[in-house]
């Protein structure tokens, strides 16, 4: 869970969502799917909920690493670089 936390933190947009520290998927997918959320929050939250379970049907919607790389900053993709140069899964 440790890791989950770091990886949820290494993205700027993720520093006060709901559920990241100290790590609790179920408070951090609500986040996801609610109101409050940019896009760019959202695509971020997917991603990250995509390492704890991809085959899990999350209600924020699925991760989609194209529309993600269209809505990121240079802050946001260089963390999701960092992750994808070493990966590993929950």
């Not at 993600?68 to 994808?84: G, K, P, Y």
């Amino acid at each position: 869970m440790q890791k989950m936390e770091a990886l949820a933190l290494s993205f700027p947009s993720l520093g006060r969502a709901w559920g990241v520290s100290p790590w609790n998927v179920d408070e951090f997918a609500e986040w996801a799917a609610g109101p409050a959320p940019s896009s760019g929050m959202r695509c971020t939250a997917r991603f990250v909920l995509s390492v704890w379970n991809p085959y899990h049907e999350w209600a924020c919607g699925p991760f989609d690493l194209t529309e993600a790389l269209r809505c990121w900053d240079d802050d946001h993709r260089a963390a999701f670089i960092a992750w994808a140069r070493a990966p590993w899964w929950a």
